[in-house]
């Protein structure tokens, strides 16, 4: 699937990120939806440790759980696990939404996942509602934000959030600017220690406070062994967190749900041979 130099798919942080976003995407009204990091549309599983971890522990733990079962990521993505296969969030969006938008539209500065893209959406006959857009997707977020209305959904799936572009643009400028036009938008971020996380969630609750937006949630998994500065273990990223605003009550309350689940199914867990359970932490 030429996917070269992508490791990070199928650890927990794509878990945390996937399993509420599907059922969201599900429930909202959409007519359009961007995403800013869209990476390849599927990947090949090399059960890596992380992965084993991430994707594997999900699948294997999730049997004693129905709530977790039923969910349309659950639904989606097993079918694909049992092929030795993972469906990027592009790929599980198309696959969930399919005709539903008018657009899709999909961000990338590398051409070779953006025509995985365009490849795959021919073959399932959705190419007509699909434009990939190979470029530093935090201005082509900021210039796409006053085309765009209200029913518009955008996913922003960074890392650092915070880290201004060469236009002076981040990413977290991007979510404030969509969400004050009443956009729909789920924001994914990572860290690696506590004292970033305590940065991060700094810098949130400071322009959150200064920007009038509706219906902001943040919530974070994090693995109980990350310290303040180091970890023992990494399994692909220590703790993240999503930020979302102008969402229904219902995709709300889905976050907390699931997060609150995948505690109950990494309970236990180990990594390497240490404890690799999780806590949640309810930030706004």
Not at 69 to 80: E, G, T, V
Not at 174 to 201: D, H, M, P, Q, V
Request: aromatic fraction near 12%; charge should be neutral.
């Amino acid at each position: 699937m030429g996917s070269e130099g992508y490791k990070h798919f199928g650890r927990i942080g794509d878990i945390w990120k996937h399993l509420p976003l599907c059922e969201i995407v599900s429930s909202e009204d959409i007519q359009i939806y961007i995403e800013t990091n869209s990476a390849y549309f599927s990947y090949v599983l090399e059960h890596s440790l992380e992965q084993d971890y991430g994707i594997g522990l999900f699948i294997e733990n999730s049997k004693d759980h129905p709530k977790v079962i039923k969910s349309k990521y659950y639904k989606l993505i097993k079918p694909f696990y049992d092929e030795d296969k993972y469906l990027g969030s592009c790929g599980q969006i198309i696959h969930l939404l399919r005709d539903k938008p008018d657009n899709y539209i999909f961000f990338d500065i590398d051409k070779k996942a953006l025509n995985s893209i365009e490849k795959s959406v021919i073959e399932l006959g959705l190419s007509h509602k699909v434009e990939t857009i190979q470029m530093d997707s935090v201005t082509g977020l900021i210039n796409l934000i006053p085309k765009i209305n209200k029913r518009a959904f955008v996913h922003i799936d960074p890392y650092l959030i915070y880290q201004p572009n060469k236009d002076g643009y981040s990413y977290l400028d991007g979510f404030f600017e969509a969400s004050k036009k009443g956009i729909k938008c789920f924001l994914w971020y990572g860290f690696e220690t506590l004292n970033e996380k305590n940065r991060i969630n700094d810098i949130l609750l400071s322009r959150i406070k200064k920007t009038e937006i509706n219906g902001v949630s943040c919530d974070e998994l994090i693995l109980k062994a990350i310290h303040e500065n180091s970890a023992n273990i990494n399994p692909g990223v220590l703790g993240c967190g999503i930020l979302t605003s102008n969402l229904t009550k219902k995709s709300i309350k889905i976050i907390s749900c699931y997060a609150n689940l995948l505690v109950k199914i990494y309970k236990d867990s180990k990594f390497k041979g240490i404890s690799a359970e999780l806590y949640y932490d309810k930030i706004i």
